[in-house]
């Protein structure tokens, strides 16, 4: 076989992993998370000041160390044992979590239960959405890794896109993308459209010529490269860029004529309906098993086409989300009851997700059915929620130690003054130098150059004959070049947009 048929090959009929395994994954990111800022909470109970020495250095090696590093070795040479990994690490931030707290002056002034009370009453500021904006970065970031991880043996099957059925990785990684476009899109942030409905829905579809731009060029590159592709992902001539620009035009069409606040009601309309037409008709079959891509555009590319019905409800399902997590709050009481209910919302999601695969029908991303729909949505809300949790964490630590300097969704609100206004500014000098900020100012940027740089990998190396230890290296070195490469556009102040 040709070089490019053993590429294809390798990723080919792949049934995935367990749910309780993708979920378990959820916890790692949140995890590194509060270890990162307990790091630097540490440095500064023991220097009393923030940053580090030598900021634009030791910032970001302490972030490709403590975000990056254990999501690329968890999905390689850790795999295996990812429940031990997580484990470890949540016993660090255990151990790091009670040494600050028994060490810091606000705690020994107070009983635990009355700070831990104290703490739930207070008032919160944030200049971003809670946790939505992590839970962006880490869906990208995770997407990036895996885009490259496929292609090396070190990286499990079960963790790559199944061929029809079942739930890996990358399967999520799909879903989750399309639900973190919807958390922040108009719709979702309650901005009013202005004008008509005809001139609002001609702004969607001038707004999403970088994704078609980016599919277009991604086609052309391919086909001309001859770079090995997957075909039962999207299809001959379709790719991700293209389901995101039709799903984006195709929802915002949709809420035009239709209320947001309902809006997930019409993504189980839309979900059912489809799933009522796979189950009724030939179309099924068709997709799954009608092999002549020649005949025409629809036979060539019928997975990407058809799969748009699943990611316009998983879509719509976001754009609920968002607006619930938009609500203004102000007590941190508040956005711990909102939390619980994102985390029942994805345990009775979970809940059907069972049923469905017991009495329907297997999740397929190449479908996109049903069970794929409320799978991806309750993927997510747990991963959310998991971030949030972190969140608060990380808030209640700070306030323990009494820095405030370390990165976080909230604040402690509390009255201005000049100390303060140095304190934010200063706090605005080290959270530039997060790398969570600098993704998050450039996130199509980062998953274009992810892109580029797996292409670019790949026609230098036979990745199937890369040991595992080279293969992570070449890994670390990848991933490098990418958050390198954003970062410096942070620190520049250079937002690249395309619109």
Known sequence: MAQRELKEAFVSNLNGTSLAELALDSFLSPVCLVNRGLILILYYQSKGTLP???????????????????????????????LQVTISLIF??????????????????????????????????????PF???????????????????????????????????????????????????????EARRK??????INHITKQLVSVWPLV????????????????????????????????????VMASILLTVLPATQSWVFALLMSGFYQFALETTQLKAFIIHNNDRERDFLHANKEGIFSIM???A???????????????????REWLRALFILLLGSFVLYALVCTCQTFLEPVSRRLANLPFCLWSVAQSLFFLSCLGLADIVLLFTKQTAGCHLVLSSWNVHKTKSDSDKISDKKRGEVEKLCLVQAISRNQLLFFLLG????????SVLDTLSCSSSFSVCVLLLYMFINCFGIYVLHLCGITVKFW
Not at 61 to 67: P, R
Not at 452 to 458: A, C, I, K, P, S
């Open 310 to 312: 699943g990611y316009v």
């Open 451 to 458: 892109n580029v740089m797996t292409g670019l990998t790949n």
């Open 52 to 82: 580090l020495p030598l900021p634009l250095f030791s910032h970001l090696l302490l972030d490709l160390s403590v975000l990056i590093l254990p999501l690329i070795v968890s999905c390689t040479v850790l795999s295996s044992i990812l």
């Open 314 to 332: 998983i879509y719509l399902t976001g754009v609920q989300i968002g607006l619930y997590v938009t609500q203004p709050r102000s007590r941190l």
């Open 92 to 129: 660090v931030a255990a151990s790091m979590f009670c040494y600050i707290y028994r060490t810091s002056s606000y705690s020994s002034a107070q009983h635990p239960q009355n700070a831990v009370s104290s703490f739930l009453q207070s008032h919160v500021q944030f200049d971003q959405v």
């Open 213 to 248: 731009a980016l599919g277009m060029g991604r086609l052309v590159s391919v086909k001309m490269s001859n770079y090995h592709e997957h075909v039962t992902e999207y299809g001959v001539h379709w790719n991700f860029f293209f389901t995101l620009a039709i799903v984006r």
């Open 132 to 186: 939505v904006t992590l839970f962006r970065v880490f869906v990208n970031v995770k997407t990036v890794i895996s885009i490259l991880a496929v292609d090396f043996p070190v990286f499990p099957r079960r963790y790559a896109k199944t061929e029809t059925y079942g739930t890996g990785m990358m399967d999520f990684a799909v879903g989750a993308y399309v639900f973190a476009n919807a958390l922040v899109c108009p």
């Open 192 to 197: 009013n459209i202005s004008g008509s409905k």
